[in-house]
T-cell receptor, first 111, second 115 residues
Framework: DAKTTQPPSMDCAEGRAANLPCNHS???????VYWYRQIHSQGPQYIIH???NNETNEMASLIITEDRKSSTLILPHATLRDTAVYYC????????????FGQGTRLTINP | GAVVSQHPSWVICKSGTSVKIECRSL??????MFWYRQFPKQSLMLMAT?????????EQGVEKDKFLINHASLTLSTLTVTSAHPEDSSFYIC???????????FGPGTRLTVL
C-alpha cells in the first residue's frame, strides 16, 4: 500500500507557483521522499527526492517539514506543460523497497 | 538523465495471441527491472520485479504463467502477455533501477489493445 496521502486534484494559473502537498506521517528514518510526475500517456518522470533537508533542482523545490511527516513540491513558475499527475512516494535509502504509486494529484495548469 | 526504452510503443493484437514487450536500459546497467500496468484513469500497479539471471517476483494476484518475464542481461527485460484477452488491454510500463546509483527510471510505456 502507498504510504502517502495527496489531494486528488489541484488547479494553478500559468506563471504562478504550484504547491503540491503530501502527507507521509508513517515515514521511517531510512526513507526518502520521492516525487514523480506522469504526463498523459507517458511513463513517469523523476522530479526530485529528499531525506530531511530542503532540495532544489532545475525542475522543482522540495520542502520537507522538520518532523518529516509531510512535504510540499513547488513548481516555481508553472507552465501548461506541467499539467500532469504528480506522485509522492516514500522509499528506503538503499532503494531496496519497491516504488509503490498511490493515486497522486492531478495538477491542471490553466492559461 | 538515464534512458529506458520500450518496444513496441503500441500494439494491437487478436484475442488468444501472445505479445512480447521489450524494456531496455540504454546507458546504464540494471540488475532489477520492474513491470507496471496502468488502466485508464488509474494509478500504476506493480506487476512484478525482474532480477537479472533469476526468476521474477510477482505481486499478489498477478499470474506468472500469463505474464512471462525474462531478464537475460543487465540491460534487457521482456514481458510476454500470453493468450491475451481484451481485459489485458492496458498501458504497460517498465522501470529499471540503476545498479550504480540505485535510482529508478521509467520507460515511455507500451499500449496494448487486444481485440
Amino acid at each position: 500500500d502507498a504510504k502517502t496521502t495527496q489531494p486528488p486534484s489541484m488547479d494553478c494559473a500559468e506563471g504562478r507557483a504550484a504547491n503540491l502537498p503530501c502527507n507521509h506521517s508513517t515515514i521511517s528514518g531510512n526513507e526518502y521522499v520521492y516525487w514523480y510526475r506522469q504526463i498523459h500517456s507517458q511513463g513517469p518522470q523523476y522530479i526530485i527526492h529528499g531525506l530531511k533537508n530542503n532540495e532544489t533542482n532545475e525542475m522543482a523545490s522540495l520542502i520537507i517539514t522538520e518532523d518529516r511527516k509531510s512535504s510540499t513540491l513547488i513548481l516555481p513558475h508553472a507552465t501548461l506543460r506541467d499539467t500532469a499527475v504528480y506522485y509522492c512516494i516514500v522509499r528506503d535509502i538503499q532503494g531496496a523497497q519497491k516504488l509503490v504509486f498511490g493515486q497522486g494529484t492531478r495538477l491542471t495548469i490553466n492559461p | 538523465g538515464a534512458v529506458v526504452s520500450q518496444h513496441p510503443s503500441w500494439v494491437i493484437c487478436k484475442s488468444g495471441t501472445s505479445v512480447k514487450i521489450e524494456c531496455r536500459s540504454l546507458d546504464f546497467q540494471a540488475t532489477t527491472m520492474f513491470w507496471y500496468r496502468q488502466f485508464p484513469k488509474q494509478s500504476l500497479m506493480l506487476m512484478a520485479t525482474s532480477n537479472e539471471g533469476s526468476k521474477a517476483t510477482y505481486e499478489q494476484g498477478v499470474e506468472k504463467d500469463k505474464f512471462l518475464i525474462n531478464h537475460a542481461s543487465l540491460t534487457l527485460s521482456t514481458l510476454t502477455v500470453t493468450s491475451a484477452h481484451p481485459e489485458d488491454s492496458s498501458f504497460y510500463i517498465c522501470s529499471a533501477r540503476d545498479l550504480t546509483s540505485g535510482r529508478q527510471f521509467f520507460g515511455p510505456g507500451t499500449r496494448l489493445t487486444v481485440l
